[in-house]
């Protein structure tokens, strides 16, 4: 069974830089996609980011592109979001999610995290 456990959320004024981070377990991630998800109050959930586990190869949403970066560690089984130059309109739950089929910027992931809040400052 995949376990996703989100840490590193928080509260930051706005320009500053939040770390989020996901412990992944239960399996090895070959072929998978990690994906970054984001629910504000009131709106849809968005893939902000996500990331094939073996080749690497990322995707971003428009509104984090330049700003987020995805990056994953194979021995540590672990996902991360650096986020820099944080806005207001960033502020959401995010989740870690984890896709078995391998879809980058589509789909519905399989297995989910409890999410982790993020609250920017203005």
Request: hydrophobic share 40%.
């Given at each position: 069974?995949?376990?996703?456990?989100?840490s590193?959320?928080?509260?930051?004024?706005?320009?500053?830089?939040?770390r989020?981070?996901?412990?992944?377990?239960?399996?090895?991630?070959?072929?998978?996609?990690m994906d970054?998800?984001r629910q504000?109050?009131?709106?849809e959930?968005?893939?902000?980011?996500?990331i094939?586990?073996?080749?690497g190869?990322t995707?971003?949403?428009?509104?984090?592109k330049?700003?987020?970066?995805?990056?994953?560690?194979?021995?540590?089984k672990?996902?991360?979001?650096q986020?820099?130059?944080?806005?207001p309109?960033?502020?959401?739950?995010?989740y870690c999610?984890?896709?078995?089929?391998?879809?980058l910027?589509?789909g519905?992931?399989?297995y989910?995290?409890?999410?982790?809040?993020?609250?920017v400052s203005?």
């Open positions: 069974q995949v376990q996703l456990v989100e590193g959320g928080g509260l930051v004024q706005a320009g500053g830089s939040l989020l981070s996901c412990a992944a377990s239960g399996r090895t991630f070959g072929g998978y996609v970054w998800f504000a109050p009131g709106k959930r968005e893939r902000v980011a996500a094939r586990w073996n080749a190869i995707y971003y949403a428009d509104s984090v330049g700003r987020f970066t995805i990056s994953r560690d194979f021995a540590k672990m996902v991360y979001l986020m820099n130059s944080l806005k309109e960033d502020t959401a739950v995010y999610a984890a896709d078995p089929q391998g879809r910027s589509f519905e992931p399989d989910w995290g409890q999410g982790t809040q993020v609250t203005s």
